[in-house]
T-cell receptor, first 118, second 113 residues
């Protein structure tokens, strides 16, 4: 069992729908991440939150909107997605860092949400 | 910028034998972390082992060990006594600025009975 919980596990949506992916961790971690992974490829970083503040946005299209309501929760709001956005979306957490200080701490991943856009 | 290279797209190993998965990296930062993750076909990304750039000894975690050769910028994963459940995709990764993980392309390992 993973300590990072993602819901839903599978999601099928149309291009005009609005949906949200949810991620929760109870490890006391203060950094949380969203990754996108296409089949047989490595994960690609989308967003990083550190101490509930967005610290990295890897030039992700605005149809993806992250939200960090508190230190345990991370959401990814989806709107007007394209078929090429179909992928496995992985959430991860780590102990966290401030500023340029690098924790070099392992990131612990959830099981992911498999997203299909019709 | 950090870069991870995994040159083995796929590997086969006989059950109960040891296997080495190769990983080389490139960075100009003096402080960095190196990681190995396992991803079965079900999709979850499982953290296996961590090596810090200033660690003097190679990291070990059960059947996993990391052969860290700093001068050669290599961080190979050694799995001893392979099991059928070890069949998966394996990613080498390192931390960059902002604790961003940079992944290699991955190696698919198949364990034969």
């Amino acid at each position: 069992d993973t300590e990072v919980t993602q819901t839903p596990k599978h999601l099928v949506m149309g291009m005009t729908n609005k949906k949200s992916l949810k991620c929760e961790q109870h490890m006391g971690h203060r950094a949380m991440y969203w990754y996108k992974q296409k089949a047989k490829k490595p994960p690609e970083l989308m967003f990083v939150y550190s101490y509930e503040k967005l610290s990295i946005n890897e030039s992700v299209p605005s149809r993806f909107s992250p939200e960090c309501p508190n230190s345990s929760l991370l959401n990814l709001h989806l709107h007007a997605l394209q078929p090429e956005d179909s992928a496995l979306y992985l959430c991860a957490s780590s102990q966290g860092y401030r500023g340029l200080f690098r924790e070099n701490q392992p990131q612990h991943f959830g099981d992911g949400t498999r997203l299909s856009i019709l | 910028a950090q870069k991870i290279t995994q040159t083995q797209p796929g590997m086969f190993v006989q059950e109960k034998e040891a296997v080495t998965l190769d990983c080389t990296y490139d960075t100009s930062d003096p402080s960095y972390g190196l990681f190995w993750y396992k991803q079965p076909s079900s999709g979850e990304m499982i953290f296996l082992i961590y090596q810090g750039s200033y660690d003097q000894q190679n990291a070990t975690e059960g059947r996993y060990s990391l052969n860290f050769q700093k001068a050669r910028k290599s961080a190979n994963l050694v799995i001893s006594a392979s099991q059928l459940g070890d069949s998966a995709m394996y990613f080498c990764a390192m931390t960059g600025l902002g604790n961003k993980l940079v992944f290699g392309a991955g190696t698919i390992l198949r364990v034969k009975s």
